[in-house]
């Protein structure tokens, strides 16, 4: 079992930055899967990057060259730093977190449905 807690969301300038943070109990961490995603008002739950356990990393395009994804397994953390923030980024962000397997070390799942461990999320505005 993993439970996550992020923290790091709130209201923020366009054009501005913010790191959110994903803290992980439990142990084995550096052998989760973990991932971003977020979740717009009236829209679906969305992947936005996620970190595999050998450390390679997926974005979805709209983020590209603006958000970085890290983790720290010694802290059982992992980042996300979101950079040159617009009013589109606005949505409620949420870890996600499943168990590596062989085939995650090749390609790295954007489907909601294919994590297991989930925080409750924290809350990021853009202002324009």
């Known amino acids: 079992q993993v439970q996550l807690v992020e923290s790091g969301g709130r209201l923020v300038q366009a054009g501005g930055s913010l790191r959110l943070s994903c803290v992980a109990s439990?142990?084995?961490?550096?052998?989760?899967?973990v991932a971003w995603f977020r979740q717009a008002a009236g829209k679906e739950r969305e992947f936005v990057a996620g970190?595999?356990?050998?450390?390679?990393?997926d974005y979805t395009d709209s983020i590209k060259g603006r958000f970085t994804i890290s983790r720290d397994n010694g802290k059982n953390t992992v980042y996300l730093q979101m950079n040159s923030l617009k009013s589109e980024d606005t949505a409620r962000y949420y870890c996600?977190?499943?168990?590596?397997?062989?085939?995650?070390?090749?390609?790295?799942?954007?489907?909601?449905?294919?994590?297991?461990?989930w925080g409750q999320g924290t809350q990021v505005t853009v202002s324009s």
């Open positions: 970190v595999n356990q050998d450390g390679a990393i």
């Open positions: 996600a977190a499943d168990a590596a397997t062989y085939y995650t070390t090749f390609l790295m799942s954007t489907q909601v449905s294919d994590y297991g461990f």
């Open positions: 439990g142990r084995s961490f550096n052998s989760y899967v």
